[in-house]
């Protein structure tokens, strides 16, 4: 099925919002299984009692048994009312690009580790943080051993283009990415990659940089190593206008097939284990990405040189390791809150 019939199907009134365990939730479960099998993998469900959904499994053996694993979530908000929920960018995108990129490593299997894609239930209140989230119970009743995973990542909020319409190809092509600096080699396999793909452009940010926002907290909480990729909270966020009319066709392709190049040099990294980083914090990468932004940003606002000149001056007070004095943290948070703001 083509993407964007795919996200539609998603976002359908027969799917009437994804909300876990209703009729909906189903619906959408038996189209993310179909898709998996239509592009060669064998998912299996695994129920996930506290949403009263399930989980979708879809493993593609490596040479070893080592991991990747790629994770979406497909529930939504469901309905209220005479509304509903329709989260086309939250999360139906990110699902068509977890099939995409399945569909291209079946094809052409990566050398080294294999590939497990997840589509998780339960990522929406009232679950989120709690064991009825999908991702929780994985972690806790993980298919494959935590440990054998090298690389958790996740996607949500990955369909639309960054900032109003006007603003720069190379805001609006950004995708952020969060928790590189977490894992030994990641942020420079993510620094590599970052402009290699036509289309879209990775910007790394500390994980720190936002609360906890979607399925990589159970990983990261268990030390398993995590990138999270997401464009940000829109003005659609949890809206019934995040419908699929407004996504960003050529920005989601772009990102499917970065994402696959991705995932091929993460199965094929030749260290045996990739180490998790506990205690790093990597403010200096998250200032450099607000400073390359606001300067794009410039000629929409004269706000955005002056918070460019604000980033500047804390790059300049991080330590060797990248980090900011606790006390200079208040303004570095009032500073990513406001760009945030700025391109919602
Ligand atoms: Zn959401």
Redesign the pocket.
């Known amino acids: 099925m083509p993407l964007r019939t795919f996200i539609e199907s998603l976002c359908s009134s027969q799917c009437a919002g994804r909300a876990p365990g209703s009729a909906g939730g189903r619906a959408a479960r038996a189209l993310v299984a179909e898709a998996f099998r239509e592009v060669g993998l064998e998912p299996t469900e695994q129920p996930v009692p506290g949403c009263g959904g399930a989980n979708i499994l879809a493993p593609l053996r490596g040479a070893q048994d080592r991991w990747v694993l790629v994770a979406a979530h497909y529930d939504?908000l469901g309905r209220e009312g005479s509304h509903t929920y329709h989260g086309a960018d939250?999360?139906a995108a990110a699902v068509a690009i977890m099939v995409e990129v399945a569909r291209a490593l079946r094809r052409d299997p990566p050398k080294g580790r294999g590939v497990l894609f997840a589509a998780f239930d339960g990522?929406?209140p009232p679950y989120f943080l709690s064991e009825g989230m999908g991702s929780e119970h994985f972690a806790l009743h993980p298919t494959v051993p935590l440990n054998t995973i090298d690389l958790m990542v996740c996607m949500d909020l990955v369909g639309h283009a960054i900032g109003p319409e006007g603003a720069p190809e190379e805001v609006r092509q950004s995708v952020f990415a969060l928790g590189a600096e977490r894992s030994e080699g990641t942020a420079a396999l993510v620094e590599r990659l970052a402009r290699v793909e036509p289309g879209v452009i990775l910007r790394r940010f500390d994980a720190e940089t936002v609360p906890p926002l979607s399925d990589y907290w159970g990983f990261w909480r268990r030390n398993v190593p995590f990138l999270f990729l997401t464009n940000g909270r829109w003005r659609y966020y949890?809206t019934p206008e995040d419908t699929p009319d407004k996504l960003d066709y050529a920005k989601i392709e772009a990102t499917a097939r970065w994402l696959e190049r991705l995932v091929r040099e993460a199965c094929a990294r030749p260290e045996p284990k990739v180490r998790f980083l506990s205690g790093v914090r990597d403010d200096a990468s998250t200032l450099r990405s607000l400073m390359d932004l606001l300067a794009n940003l410039e000629s929409l606002s004269p706000m955005a040189a002056l918070g460019r000149a604000s980033a500047e001056q804390l790059l300049a007070r991080c330590d060797a390791s990248g980090r900011l004095a606790d006390a200079e943290r208040a303004q570095f948070l009032m500073l990513v809150g406001q760009l945030e703001r700025g391109l919602a």
């Open positions: 939504h939250d999360n990522e929406e949890h």
